[in-house]
């Protein structure tokens, strides 16, 4: 289930770069936060944990907690600004 959201994510990505598409901040922060892979992984990790885990604990993690929202939103906008710096250094360098 974790599987098809994470690439239900990546399909909006490429159906916005194919049809060249510039979507909302708020329609953008959603889908990138998700297609981080951070909620993936942490679903994963749960997975590794084996048969403590119940059924409960994997609803809630597919419901995306605030931890796990959080650290998408770290991740993704430090790689934005990185990003950023970088390609303004090569146009301006």
């Known amino acids: 289930m974790q599987y ?22 708020n329609d953008h922060v959603e889908v990138t936060l998700m297609s981080t892979g951070a909620p993936f992984l942490f679903f994963v990790a749960l997975m590794a944990a084996g048969q403590v885990v119940t059924k409960e604990a994997f609803e809630w993690a597919f419901s995306v907690p605030d931890m796990v929202r959080a650290s998408a939103e770290m991740g993704r906008f430090l790689n934005d600004i990185a990003s950023y710096k970088v390609i303004r250094c090569i146009h301006f360098d």
């Open 4 to 25: 098809k959201s994470q690439s239900k994510y990546y399909l909006q990505e490429t159906k916005w770069f194919n049809e060249n598409q510039v979507p909302g901040f």
